[in-house]
T-cell receptor, first 115, second 115 residues
Framework: DTGVSQDPRHKITKRGQNVTFRCDPISEHNRLYWYRQTLGQGPEFLTYFQNEAQLEKSRLLSDRFSAERPKGSFSTLEIQRTEQGDSAMYLC?????????????FGEGSRLTVL | AQSVTQLGSHVSVSEGALVLLRCNYSSSVPPYLFWYVQYPNQGLQLLLKYTSAATLVKGINGFEAEFKKSETSFHLTKPSAHMSDAAEYFCAVTELSGGSYIPTFGRGTSLIVHP
């Protein structure tokens, strides 16, 4: 499978615990995005990487959230001290090209449930 | 900041009937516009995109959308619904932010197809 891969697909944790999600983009894609999707809502932008550089961060990304893409390939999204409001689907997407028009290739998402 | 409005969180049609899903965006400058589809338990996939070429855009599975600058709309249509079209549909518009195009998504419209 050469699509965007996310792991784990499901994570149940207790409030206050830390969680980490991993995203492996399509291999030749240099841009990587994280979005969050809650029930009944569309995806909300969290952050964006071009290669290893984190170029944009949303106001939604509180200090408890951190994302990395150390070698410009896979990315991790860590949530520290989880809260019930963090329960959502976390989506990763990637794209390629010198002029990004916003066409994204999405993974199937990582669903987080905070008890 | 860009915003996207999708009128109707649910649209119900009979198989064989016309499908019309509405999308309006906030900017007066023609952006890049997209429709994505999300089937149950799958990631979002691109249905079609407008990138300032023809105003009538054809996508996969018989869907098409027309960009109307004067109405700031990008409605999605399909002449004849099929049961397999039942899914969540998201309209998205890109906004240039920090030199990158970041897609902003609408809340989504769930298409229900009755036999």
């Amino acid at each position: 499978d050469t699509g965007v891969s996310q792991d784990p697909r499901h994570k149940i944790t207790k409030r206050g615990q830390n969680v980490t999600f991993r995203c492996d983009p399509i291999s030749e894609h240099n841009r990587l995005y994280w979005y969050r999707q809650t029930l009944g809502q569309g995806p909300e932008f969290l952050t964006y990487f071009q290669n290893e550089a984190q170029l944009e961060k949303s106001r939604l990304l509180s200090d408890r959230f951190s994302a990395e893409r150390p070698k410009g390939s896979f990315s991790t999204l860590e949530i520290q001290r989880t809260e019930q409001g963090d329960s959502a689907m976390y989506l990763c997407a990637s794209s390629f090209g010198t002029q990004n028009t916003g066409e994204l290739f999405f993974g199937e998402g990582s669903r987080l449930t905070v008890l | 900041a860009q915003s996207v409005t999708q009128l109707g969180s649910h649209v119900s049609v009979s198989e064989g009937a016309l499908v019309l899903l509405r999308c309006n965006y906030s900017s007066s400058v023609p952006p890049y516009l997209f429709w994505y589809v999300q089937y149950p338990n799958q990631g979002l996939q691109l249905l079609l995109k407008y990138t300032s070429a023809a105003t009538l855009v054809k996508g996969i599975n018989g869907f098409e959308a027309e960009f109307k600058k004067s109405e700031t709309s990008f409605h999605l249509t399909k002449p004849s619904a099929h049961m397999s079209d039942a899914a969540e549909y998201f309209c998205a518009v890109t906004e240039l932010s920090g030199g990158s195009y970041i897609p902003t998504f609408g809340r989504g419209t769930s298409l229900i197809v009755h036999p």
